[in-house]
């Protein structure tokens, strides 16, 4: 019997198993320059975490875009699919740990703000999909992070307990729905001046080097101790 028998893990997908942050800022930038607007690294930061959904609604508020929400989401989507389908590097320790839990039969899944289709093209290009065959978008449920409602679905899909589920997550909100899901937390913030955010303090392990800082044996490990 594994030592991790019982034990579920939830991905979030951007910034934590796949480093897709730079393709969703051009993605961002491109779509905003159409209207006049100087879309900087600093200013994507604001929405790490935060569902492709949610950030198109604080454009239109921040910007006052007369766009209609659909044009800009369709707009965003579509420069993010090219972008995600040419290139996107999956984190090398998170291929790792991905395996070492494939290893012993845990089950996983991918709980995340981007789109179904950006999911599936992600984790199809990297090679995941065959290891991480249960996904939930955001737009699937009724609140994004961070409500717990994405990760509570996924473990509805896999037959787990929320208790005995493990989420793996870069941003204070995917920290904060982890917690109010009532699962234990691995945090690696993508932005390492957020890692002091209350949010992250929820965290059973806080790897507060981000993803230069976190090994697939550390949290293998943490999972046996804490199982």
Partial sequence: MSTLDGTSVIFDLDGTLVDSEPNYFEAGRHTLAAYGIDFTWADHEQYVGISIQETIVLWKERYGLTASFDELLTAKNRRYLELARASTRVYPEMRAFVELLADEDVPMAVASGSSAEAIE????????????????????????????????????????????????EDAAPGAAAAHAAGMRCVAIPYVAAQADDPAFATAGLLVRGGQAAFTARMAYDWLVRSA
């Fill in 121 to 168: 093209a992600i984790l199809t290009g990297t090679g995941l999909a065959d290891r991480l065959k249960t996904a939930v978008s955001a737009a699937e449920v009724a609140r994004g992070k961070p409500a717990p409602d994405v990760f509570l679905e996924a473990a509805r899909r896999l037959g787990a307990d929320p208790a005995d589920c493990v989420v793996l």
